[in-house]
């Protein structure tokens, strides 16, 4: 810190008093480059780029700095900040040059009283820039004698902790949790034992023009994941640059051990975020902090094809699927996607679980699969639910329930009224075709002699034989309003 001493004792004057009189205020506010002011010698508090800095840069971007900022001299050149770090950096955010200031002649301990209480009533500090906060105003204090007996036993701490507690917003009593006596050991102290602030690991996000060389292209990153996010799709959209392979990821941070500090890892490239290359990362794809990443870059970039990790993958689905789960997951996923594709003859919004589960029981595995893998190999939004569904269906064993009735599915029917439903028990179409067949028949054209309507019946039928695991099937063909009867009558007869 500059040495700028006065032997003058500290005035401690109300926050509001040092910006003087409104008069004051407007002739004593300067103009001061960013780069001419300097942040506090051991200034104890964080700036941190969080959410409430993001706000305090679109205030400053709309209003201006309505609090202007307080500076003194510095000895080697422009000016040392005493009040107002996170207006500065907020104004760097906001593309100022320029931040309005107030200029005092302060000493050292002076301003170090100033500093702390500008900053000591933020919300969310750590208890290691609070502690050496306290430890500094309190030293600030004790030399320039504000009072003689701040060192003196149990009373000498009381004393110091009601002097300290001036302007924080902290009561002696939560002051006196602080070792605010020694300076070696300046920590917080409940129940007899000390803590101390231990760093935790985070996340940087980062985003690089080129993926495999970084020194071949711009590269920028920070802790946050929209800022980052907004680079990478300007370097996506750069067609001088485009060829190197722009890519976007994490940078784990871990101050407390270094072994496994700065670990990169790419998560997005294309339009694609591949959480799914985590997988197989060990001791970093299982960690809380990484996952929570990922989620936050997809959320950054909400319109891209996203891979989630294999676990989140694994739960879209039971492992264990049984025939109407993996009957209506299909049925779901089709009608997402292309449900003329998914089966013939079926209608934009149809249900077909039934019949899929059917097809499922007879063994027909292989054509849902081939159908998963086309919308898999489509690359769409779709694309990683289908290959776990894919990969349900491949493992699938059909399981068939005991005394089953035989089962039919009508594929066409010359009269669409007969069609529905499309799926049903051989002994209800059986029924309604004999009946039909009946009322046809008797409607007979008087020249002609012959029935006045007919219609031809494409049908699969569905059984099972005791002792089997899957049901067996084949497939039929009626005519119905020929006298022949219902469906059971002239399969007899064939």
Known sequence: MPSKKRATPVSLQPLDALFGTNEETTNGISEIAIGSLHPFTN?????RDDKKMEELAESITQYGVLVPGIVRLR???????????????????????????????????????IMVDSNIQQEELLISEKAFAYKMKYEALKRHGKRSDLTSCQLGKKLAAEEVSQNTGDSSRQILRYKITDPEQFSMEISGKVFTEKKEPYLEYFATECDEFHDMGAYEKSTDVNQIAAVYEKYRENPETAYLGCSMGIIYRDPE???????????VKGNT????????????????LVREGIEKIHKALPDYKYVPMRDVREAMYPEKMTTEQLAEAMDEIAEAFDPYEYRDNVEMGENTVQEVMLDLQSGNIHY???YLKDIVDEECDLSVRAGVLMERLKAY???????????????????????????????????KTVEQDKAWYADRNPNTNEPKTTAQMFFTVYYVEKGDKMLHHFQGKIDIGTGNGGIISQLRVQ
Request: with cysteine; aromatic share 10%.
């Open 273 to 288: 975020v591949f959480g799914n290359l985590m997988d197989d990362v060990r001791f970093y794809g299982e960690l809380v």
């Open 257 to 267: 051990d270094s072994y496994y500090d700065e670990a990169e890892f790419a998560i």
């Open 368 to 370: 849902y699969v081939s």
């Open 75 to 113: 000895e080697s050149g422009g000016y040392e900040l005493v009040a107002g770090h996170r207006r500065k950096r907020a104004c760097e955010l906001a593309g100022l040059e320029i931040m309005p200031v107030i200029i005092k002649d302060l000493t050292d301990d002076e301003a170090t009283v």
């Open 397 to 431: 064993e059909p399981e068939l329930p005991k005394d089953m009735e035989p089962m039919v599915y009508v594929n066409y029917c010359e009269k669409s009224e007969l069609e529905n439903p499309r799926c049903q028990k051989l002994s209800d179409l059986d029924s």
């Open 43 to 47: 200034h104890p508090f964080q700036v």
